[in-house]
């Protein structure tokens, strides 16, 4: 499955913390599009899609959740829990993340802008494309 965690460079004294995240540096691409959630229940159930081409780095600047990330032949779980980790994801991983602390907020950077036309929201049509691209040797 192609996920790592990255150890973002933590910089503090007794004034408190810093963490700098440089595209191409500390993120293995350029930066598109960022974005965050917050405010989300404990036990909602976000993401339920995987990406065709994108790349996300996905951390947690304040609090903890966990992702489940699938790539058709095996399921793991990552806990999100360290503001200067992050989880590197490149396509072709379904993900699901839930088990948000109260305080949560899942910030994400994007390889590339928002399009609808690179989500696989149904689970089956992932799975009949990664069976796909396995035929033919081209996984994500």
């Not at 996920?3 to 408190?16: K, L, P, S, V, W």
Request: glycine letters at 8%.
């Amino acid at each position: 499955m192609e996920y790592r965690i990255i150890d973002f460079a933590e910089h503090g004294d007794d004034t408190g913390s810093l963490v700098a995240i440089e595209a191409l540096k500390d993120v293995p691409f350029a930066i598109k599009r960022v974005y965050y959630i917050y405010g989300t229940t404990a036990h909602a159930v976000r993401g339920r899609h995987a990406h065709k081409t994108l790349e996300q780095v996905i951390f947690c600047p304040v609090g903890s959740c966990e992702f489940t990330l699938d790539d058709g032949g095996e399921r793991k779980t990552i806990r999100l829990q360290h503001p200067n980790q992050g989880l590197y994801l490149r396509s072709n991983i379904w993900r699901e993340f839930t088990n948000f602390s109260p305080d949560c907020v899942v910030m994400v950077l994007a390889s590339e802008q928002y399009d609808e036309a690179d989500y696989i929201r149904d689970y089956a049509e992932f799975m009949r494309l990664i069976a796909g691209a396995d035929k033919i040797g081209k996984r994500g």
